[in-house]
């Protein structure tokens, strides 16, 4: 994979709710985990859940595992030419649009989160999901994923109203 992506990526990707959704709010999630639990170490000697707060412990701990897992693939998504532009916060790389299976939406976050899936594994692995740009305010009216799915096909028009 070229390292060498040239500077006039489009991107698809939002960069605050990318930069907040993968780096930000994992932080703070887990500090809360570790913290709490030290900070119950620390000032009582012992670690103990009263009764009626047990469900929502082991809620949080389940929960952490498909949200670790989603913040692991989440990425910022762009074009560039006929190539399709993952990055995170460390690498980047390109994939040709003949690579990519499928561009959809994700039933359970409808218009705010993207998943792409590609026929071959890349460095980013073979899904990836991407928050488009203005999701949380273009889901009610609007397909993100739809956006890309014209770029791919080579009509790169907007979506009306975008």
Same mark, same amino acid.
């Given at each position: 994979?070229?390292?060498?992506?040239?500077?006039?990526?489009?991107?698809? /990707?939002?960069?605050?709710?990318?930069?907040?959704?993968? !780096?930000?709010?994992?932080?703070?999630?887990?500090?809360?985990?570790?913290?709490?639990?030290?900070?119950?170490? %620390?000032? $009582?000697?012992?670690?103990?859940? %009263?009764?009626?707060?047990?469900?929502?412990? &082991?809620?949080?701990?389940?929960? $952490?595992?498909?949200?670790?897992?989603?913040?692991?693939?989440?990425?910022?998504?762009?074009?560039?030419?006929?190539?399709?532009?993952?990055?995170?916060?460390?690498?980047?790389? $390109?994939?040709?649009?003949?690579?990519?299976?499928? +561009?959809?939406?994700?039933?359970?976050?409808? &218009?705010? !989160?993207?998943?792409?899936?590609?026929?071959?594994? $890349?460095?980013?692995? /073979?899904?990836?999901?991407?928050?488009?740009?203005? &999701?949380?305010?273009? %889901?009610?009216?609007? /397909?993100?994923?739809?956006?890309?799915?014209?770029?791919? /096909?080579?009509?790169?028009?907007?979506?009306?109203? +975008?």
């Amino acid at each position: 994979m070229p390292e060498n992506i040239s500077p006039t990526v489009q991107w698809l /990707s939002g960069e605050v709710s990318t930069f907040l959704n993968k !780096l930000v709010l994992p932080a703070l999630w887990f500090a809360l985990l570790i913290g709490i639990p030290l900070w119950v170490f %620390a000032t $009582t000697g012992q670690l103990s859940v %009263a009764g009626g707060f047990r469900f929502i412990v &082991g809620f949080v701990l389940i929960a $952490t595992v498909p949200l670790a897992w989603l913040t692991a693939h989440l990425q910022r998504v762009g074009h560039c030419g006929r190539d399709l532009v993952v990055a995170n916060y460390w690498r980047k790389s $390109t994939t040709p649009f003949d690579d990519i299976e499928a +561009v959809e939406p994700v039933w359970w976050y409808r &218009g705010r !989160l993207v998943r792409i899936r590609f026929r071959n594994r $890349t460095p980013f692995g /073979s899904v990836v999901y991407y928050m488009p740009k203005w &999701g949380a305010m273009r %889901a009610m009216f609007d /397909s993100p994923e739809k956006d890309l799915q014209r770029i791919i /096909s080579g009509n790169s028009t907007p979506l009306p109203g +975008v």
